[in-house]
């Protein structure tokens, strides 16, 4: 789990990029995530907050992302610009992903086999 501490340390330096609006979590991911994190990440799903602040912060977008899905978050940063906006984060050896949809209405935390 140090990858969650280290994803925390790193975005308390930098302000939300974005507004997330409502965050839904699929039930594969909630299941893995109820039986392989310690519980007291699971308390009020930290985990995920976690993984959300990361993501409105850009936190990890140049480490996992693929060079042109990093572009497309930045290019839908900018003023009159709108696009989905993608995160990759490893947690205990799986990947997941944090994509906020076009509008800012939702952000779905999942594993990309979930997609």
């Given at each position: ?37 310690p ?5 009020r799903?930290?985990?995920?907050v ?51 949809e ?14």
């Open positions: 789990m140090q990858e969650l501490l280290n994803l925390a340390a790193m975005q308390r330096l930098k302000p939300a990029l974005f507004e997330t609006g409502q965050t839904v979590i699929t039930t594969h991911l909630d299941n893995w995530a109820n039986e392989n994190l519980k007291a990440l699971l308390d799903d930290l985990w995920a976690i993984l959300v602040n990361a993501h409105t912060r850009g936190v990890g977008w140049d480490e996992e992302l693929p060079d042109d899905d990093a572009e497309l978050n930045r290019l839908a940063l900018q003023p009159g610009k709108r696009g989905r906006i993608m995160s990759v984060y490893t947690v205990a050896g799986e990947k997941i992903w944090v994509i906020t076009w509008d800012r209405s939702a952000t779905t935390l999942l594993f990309p086999d979930d997609y």
